[in-house]
């Protein structure tokens, strides 16, 4: 089924999240892979995406286990650069031409999303992802030793701060303080129960299976992106008048290509829970 681009609305703000997302890995279990546990770790990622364990109840486990320094984890951010996920960097910049307002509202580690996201141009006030607290006695602390960005690097992890994305339903209220006083139409785009979640607080939840296809997602999203692009989502959150300015501009092949994946039936369209 094929939406009928005379009637379909265009969407004002658009929420993606990042790990299998913008990017196909999960930052988590890459920093994990580098430091040797992957498989501990990368099970109970999946517990928590796939729903079957409240992601608080893993959160805070998966970063007590790999103890990461500051500087491991900014290395995630060169992980997701190098594994960004097809045409979502042309997706964006159409979008913003248009003046669409982009986010990244992620449970992944601030230091290396946030980065990612500015690199992706996304500015910075819009991305929330968890910051981590440090134990400033760990490491060479008497060598003051300090980066580019006047932080020493060395310094481990010490505890998450307080932020509703580290729970299942968190995100849905970070949506929400985002929106508030916002006038206009949003969308999510994610792959995860967490991003499932908040699925109420938007007005239309697309779940991305490019990377990895969750069948709680595909089930319960509005819409489900099956192909591995993210080219389906430029048509998918503009109008058709929205769509012809894209036309003999940079950004006409990118809608051009989204148009052929979404009638080539790369997606699932499941209208319940839909607010128009």
């Known amino acids: 089924m094929i939406p009928n681009w005379q009637t379909w609305p265009g969407f004002d703000f658009i ?3 990042c790990d299998s997302t913008l990017s196909t890995i999960e930052g988590i279990d890459e920093l994990a892979r580098y430091k040797g546990k992957f498989s501990e770790i990368k099970r109970l990622t999946d517990a928590a995406m796939e729903g079957e364990v409240y992601l608080q109840s893993v959160y805070d486990r998966r970063l007590k286990i790999l103890n990461p320094t500051r500087a491991e984890i900014r290395r995630v951010e060169r992980f997701y650069r190098e594994t ?8 964006i910049q159409a979008l913003q031409f248009l003046g669409k307002e982009v986010f990244i509202v992620s449970g992944g580690l601030l230091a290396a999303v946030r980065p990612f996201g500015i690199w992706l141009g996304i500015p910075p006030e819009n991305i929330r992802a968890v ?15 300090q980066d580019q960005w006047g932080l020493r690097p060395d310094v481990e992890y010490l505890n998450p701060e307080l932020t509703p994305l580290t729970q299942t339903h968190g995100k ?6 985002l929106l508030k006083g916002r006038q206009g139409r949003s969308v999510l785009i994610g792959d995860g129960v967490s991003d499932l979640a908040a699925r109420p607080t938007v007005n239309l939840m697309i779940g991305f299976g490019g990377v990895i296809a969750r069948p709680r997602v595909s089930a319960e999203s509005n ?11 430029l048509p998918l959150v503009t109008s058709s008048q929205e769509q012809q300015k894209l036309y003999q501009t940079p950004h006409e092949a990118i809608l051009k290509e989204g ?4 009638q080539s039936n790369d997606i699932l369209l499941n209208y319940v829970g839909y607010k128009a």
Do not use: N, R
Request: charged share 20%; hydrophobic share 45%.
């Open 259 to 262: 148009l052929t994946q979404i």
């Open 223 to 233: 819409i489900f992106i099956k192909t591995k692009s993210l080219a389906p989502i």
């Open 15 to 17: 929420f993606f999240d």
């Open 84 to 91: 960004l996920v097809q045409d979502a960097a042309e997706v």
């Open 131 to 145: 910051s981590l607290q440090y134990d400033h006695l760990s490491g060479d602390w008497w060598d003051y030793q």
């Open 172 to 177: 849905s209220e970070v949506v929400g303080s």
